[in-house]
């Protein structure tokens, strides 16, 4: 396994609750990136500590079968001033286990989640705190983007 401790994240960005049951979740994560986009959501964050594009997994119901909230943003110093409509979230230090998608996205992500959902030890093993996916600069790179994935597991 590759796992790592990650430090502390503050990350500020728009937010929607959706669950995996029925697609639900690939429609509303669909419908929040077109929003984050259209709205140039990056531009209206401030206090950035970089320009990598944060898709934060948390405030689990039970597992990735329920209900959990995503939030598509950019890490921050600081959580003083959220801007009215978006959220802000911390990130606390914890274990992660990483994966790396490569090719044409968003489809290489949604292959990576599904190999997360189909393992069994992973899952059992997962922490459900906070998961993350860094779209940093290689995320533009076409059909060689690359973006990597980190699953919150216990200690």
Excluded at 122 to 134: I, P, S
Aim: hydrophobic residues 35%; glycine residues 8%; without cysteine.
């Amino acid at each position: 396994m590759n796992t790592q401790i990650i430090q502390e994240l503050k990350i500020i960005g728009i937010s929607i609750r959706t669950t995996n049951q029925n697609g639900q979740s690939a429609k509303d994560i669909e419908a929040i990136w077109t929003k984050f986009w259209g709205e140039k959501i990056q531009e209206q964050i401030p206090n950035k500590a970089n320009d990598n594009i944060y898709a934060v997994y948390t405030d689990y119901e039970t597992d990735f079968n329920g209900a959990y909230t995503t939030i598509i943003g950019l890490p921050v110093s600081s959580l003083e001033d959220i801007p009215r409509g978006f959220v802000g979230i911390t990130i606390e230090k914890a274990k992660y286990q990483k994966f790396v998608s490569k090719g044409k996205m968003p489809e290489a992500v949604v292959n990576t989640w599904m190999k997360i959902w189909g393992n069994k030890e992973l899952n059992q093993a997962r922490a459900y705190k906070a998961d993350f996916t860094v779209h940093g600069k290689k995320y533009y790179d076409g059909d060689n983007a690359e973006v990597e994935t980190f699953i919150s597991v216990d200690e």
